[in-house]
T-cell receptor, first 111, second 113 residues
Framework: DQQVKQNSPSLSVQEGRISILNCDYTNSMFDYFLWYKKYPAEGPTFLISISSIKDKNEDGRFTVFLNKSAKHLSLHIVPSQPGDSAVYFCAASDSGYALNFGKGTSLLVTP | DTAVSQTPKYLVTQMGNDKSIKCEQNLGHDTMYWYKQDSKKFLKIMFSYNNKELIINETVPNRFSPKSPDKAHLNLHINSLELGDSAVYFC????????????FGSGTRLTVV
């Protein structure tokens, strides 16, 4: 029973354009959402997060939007850079210790 | 001075063997985790320890046994390895209430042949 879903396994974007990565969740008890970035042969690294009391959080080129009624969040990267090419994992928590992860979206930013 | 370090990085072993993966963190975190990333790239929690106490034990075969000698270390011992245990195992740590984000190790790729 996968509670966090990333339905796009891959995304290709041109350098300088916007990358939009989407994530849906099913558990209405989730109250904290995070995005992780993963390069090959490395562990995931924390990118940005958002609490359920907010609908937007921004950090430099990265913005996360949360739509609680739709149980949907998205990560926007503007402008996209080739170094952003990685796998992006969406994760969610219900104030417990465990993070529930999606399967990831592989982003390729082409020059 | 890696924050969360796992050893070994790669492990190839035969079915039926017993193996251990070690994890150490130097961040002063009090909670540590083991996650498994299977062939479908799905990251799923296996165990969580807070101050050496087991707090999460997901549906994992009892061939898998975590051991936390102190709050900076969380090792994973696997008995009677099976082909289906082949995966990448990630250790992670966080402050109490890990929903505020983990720091992950670089992973151990286990291949059972």
């Amino acid at each position: 029973d996968q509670q966090v879903k990333q339905n796009s396994p891959s995304l290709s974007v041109q350098e300088g354009r916007i990358s939009i990565l989407n994530c849906d969740y099913t558990n209405s008890m989730f109250d904290y959402f995070l995005w992780y970035k993963k390069y090959p042969a490395e562990g995931p690294t924390f990118l940005i997060s958002i609490s359920s009391i907010k609908d937007k959080n921004e950090d430099g080129r990265f913005t996360v939007f949360l739509n609680k009624s739709a149980k949907h969040l998205s990560l926007h990267i503007v402008p996209s850079q080739p170094g952003d090419s990685a796998v992006y994992f969406c994760a969610a928590s219900d104030s417990g210790y465990a993070l529930n992860f999606g399967k990831g979206t592989s982003l390729l930013v082409t020059p | 001075d890696t924050a969360v370090s796992q050893t070994p990085k790669y492990l190839v072993t035969q079915m039926g063997n017993d193996k251990s993966i070690k994890c150490e963190q130097n961040l002063g975190h009090d909670t540590m985790y083991w996650y498994k990333q299977d062939s479908k790239k799905f990251l799923k929690i296996m165990f969580s320890y807070n101050n050496k106490e087991l707090i999460i034990n997901e549906t994992v075969p009892n061939r898998f046994s975590p051991k936390s000698p102190d709050k900076a270390h969380l090792n994973l011992h696997i008995n009677s390895l099976e082909l289906g245990d082949s995966a990448v195992y990630f250790c992670a740590s966080s402050h109490q209430g890990g929903d505020r984000g983990y720091t992950f190790g670089s992973g151990t790729r286990l291949t059972v042949v």
